[in-house]
């Protein structure tokens, strides 16, 4: 069964890196748990960073299904309760000046909206954003993603300059480096940083960064703007993930997750003193404040508060790199894990991994994964994305560790 929806599916869909073919197809989700249509049960450990309160979380399933019976779609110009109580909770979560929102159908559009935040604001178009990150697959998002996307896709947005990630060796001094030249060297001026406080793929950048960063900003009158699509709402053990990094952006972006792992929501939290421009279209859109997608991020936002899993996922970070130390000690294929909260990778030892490199070695660990029940991805080198709920019980976090390590007895060999 599964093998034929995955072929009806490669035969309907359009072909693209990373989601067609399929791996797979699923019937069921639920908690931490994925099962294909040929009844195969695999423990979540990427989610695509969604499913912070775990897969179809019952309450709010019962929340959406009472909204239906009620107000299912409010056209634009129209507001409603569930999306003025959500911007009013995220807005409480807010630790800087004073700010407003808007919301957006997805991540990349709420970049999209960031970007002319910033152009209205600063009259520049001008960005600096660091080279190998990901922040959508608009024209505008994706090309500041890589100085060089495929030819084939044609020209982007004029005026992006990358610099040298923080995780590459050396990074964080070249970085700055070239922010200052990018900077001094622009005819028009800079309008906007764009980045990732803490990158999806869980490199933590080193103390003082973003806040040297701030400081150019502020000097040269650019915003600061934080992608915090895969990282935000609690998942690193703070609810915005600039708050591990001693810097307050202009803005910043949130998706994925916002959802409750169910419907697509994003958001764009910026400072009020951007709200200049009444007279624009900013970020239209025709789900703007969808009762169904608000609420279900507030609902998601609400299990949050209430049952502490921002203080838990900071907690089991600490438990998860104390039981992966034990582990590492008897499978020296095991090196440790890196990021923050249960935004996590886990870093195997290549040379204990059968001697594979690259995309090969990727390949193979995410294989030897599935085999033993847990679905990932590859989070570049020889690591794999150990993403958890921050719903997961201590028994489901014992079965994931025992999993792990058949991972590191299997690629032993």
């Not at 959500?86 to 000046?97: C, I, S, T």
């Not at 000097?219 to 709402?233: C, K, M, N, T, V």
Request: aromatic share 6%.
């Amino acid at each position: 069964m599964t093998h034929d929806l995955v072929s009806r599916d490669a035969a309907a869909f359009f072909h693209q890196n990373g989601s067609s073919p399929c791996l797979s197809a699923l019937r069921a989700v639920e908690g931490i748990w994925l099962e294909d249509t040929d009844g195969r049960r695999f423990i979540d450990l990427h989610g695509n960073t969604a499913h912070h309160v775990g897969h179809r979380h019952p309450e709010i399933i019962a929340a959406l299904k009472r909204q239906l019976d009620i107000l299912p779609f409010s056209p634009r110009r129209y507001t409603n309760e569930p999306a003025v109580a959500l911007a009013e909770k995220l807005l409480a979560h807010w630790p800087g000046a004073p700010a407003k929102l808007l919301f957006a159908t997805g991540g990349s559009d709420a970049i999209e909206i960031a970007l002319k935040l910033a152009r209205v604001n600063t009259g520049r178009h001008e960005t600096i954003s660091l080279e190998g990150s990901y922040h959508g697959h608009g024209f505008g998002s994706f090309g500041l993603s890589k100085a060089a996307p495929d030819p084939r896709l044609g020209p982007f947005l004029p005026g992006r300059r990358h610099v040298t990630p923080y995780w590459a060796p050396g990074g964080a001094e070249r970085m700055l480096a070239e922010m200052r030249d990018a900077f001094a060297q622009s005819q028009g001026g800079i309008a906007a940083v764009v980045a990732e406080p803490i990158r999806s793929n869980c490199h933590m950048p080193p103390d003082g960064l973003w806040a040297e960063v701030r400081e150019l900003c502020a000097r040269h009158g650019a915003l600061l703007i934080f992608d915090e699509i895969p990282s935000g709402l609690g998942k690193t053990g703070r609810f915005f993930a600039f708050e591990h990094v001693g810097a307050v952006p202009d803005a910043v972006v949130l998706g994925k997750a916002l959802g409750g792992g169910m419907l697509p929501i994003a958001a764009v939290i910026a400072d009020a003193r951007l709200d200049i421009a009444p007279e624009l279209d900013l970020g239209h859109y025709t789900h703007e404040k969808n009762p169904l997608t608000t609420l279900a991020a507030l609902t998601m936002i609400e299990i949050i508060e209430r049952d502490g899993l921002v203080e838990r996922a900071a907690r089991l970070e600490q438990e998860i790199r104390s039981r992966i130390g034990e582990l590492a000690r008897t499978a020296p294929a095991i090196r440790g894990v890196r990021g923050a909260g249960l935004l996590l990778a886990l870093e195997f030892d290549p040379a204990m991994c059968g001697g594979g490199s690259g995309a090969d070695l990727a390949g193979d660990l995410v294989q030897a994964c599935m085999d033993c029940g847990l679905s990932t991805v590859s989070k570049g080198g020889a690591s794999i994305g150990f993403s958890l709920p921050m719903t997961v019980s201590d028994a489901e976090l014992d079965l994931i560790l025992e999993a792990v390590l058949k991972v590191a007895e299997a690629l032993r060999g």
